[in-house]
């Protein structure tokens, strides 16, 4: 096989997926000896001057701005008339647990909602809209924290020239109506997408989904989102409040500022019988000697665990079980699928 060195340092290992600015790909760093994830824009933005000279000024702030839930841009560079960017590797994304875990408790909606907003807070502080909060974009480390990736890109994947529908339908789902009237996004789209991930992560599905672009914009401007507590009667008013006041379809009615959503997060409260934190226990990698060869062993495990306690106990070691079985099933679609 002949071998790929990019950047003179970064051998490809394989295609992890492809999204709307390219494609992105496992590679190993020689230098610094690591796994990275290397972005590598479609030929088409390749050659967006302006677009990306602005989006390789915001990739320079980003690699002043360290914080503990926005992954680090280790390098962006052109090489051949291709440019890349550098990037950790990481696990898997919220979308792809989402796909497999369902709805989600509301401790981890507002775990994950609070270190997002964080993030958030410090980015809008250097004058950096995301403009792109999904799932998609919410990555999952070794230890189970959440990060925020492609900062920024948004400007570059919905300038012209435009890709073709199915692509914009999924990147437009969690867009603000703002965008969606091609006005100017500040700070308040960001407020917006946090609304839409905390909606998603509650409920398995995106407040606005339609078939087409423009019933799918229309929707986001004009119509109500389905109600969270139908389908969710367990979220607390005070989580339901704010996702409201989130999701205002006026940017000058949505609730103000970045460090108003992490206050009013804060104060939401537990409400599952049973403790549940992020990260939960089986997303945090093991110690290789206590790794099990299979998610079925797991999911035996968390039930003979269970049957030694009480019946609450029991079902919580059996939902653990499962949820560690999915989470290798996960872990091993993701990373194992040369
Ligand atoms: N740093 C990373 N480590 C591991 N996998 C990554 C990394 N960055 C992206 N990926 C994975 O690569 C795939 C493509 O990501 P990409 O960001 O291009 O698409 P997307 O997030 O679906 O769409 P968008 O273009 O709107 O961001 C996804 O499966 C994503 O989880
Ligand atoms: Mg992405």
Redesign the pocket.
Known sequence: MIELLIGRRYRLVRL???????K?W?AYDLQEDRAV?I?QFRQELATQGVLLQRFEREAELMRELRHPHI?DVLAFFEEDGERYLV????T??L??LLKLQGPMPVEWVRDIGLAIADALVCAHRLGIVHR?I?P??I?IDAQGQVVL??FG?ARL?FGPPLTQDGDIIG?ISHMSPEMCRGQKADERADIWGLGTLMYELLTGSAPFHKDNLRRMVLAIVTQPPPPIEASRPDVPAQLLDLIGDMLKKDPDERIGSMPEVAARLAQTPDVSPTPQRWPPAYLVKAPPREEPAEGAEEEAKGEAKGEAKGEAEEEAGRERGRLRGLYRRFRDKVLDRE
């Not at 992890?16 to 390219?22: A, P, Q, R, T």
């Not at 990037?87 to 990481?90: L, R």
């Open positions: 992890i997926g492809e999204g709307g600015m390219g992105v496992e994830a972005k992954l990037m950790p590797f990481m898997g994304s979308y792809e792109d999904k998609e974009n990555l990736t492609d890109l994947k990147s």
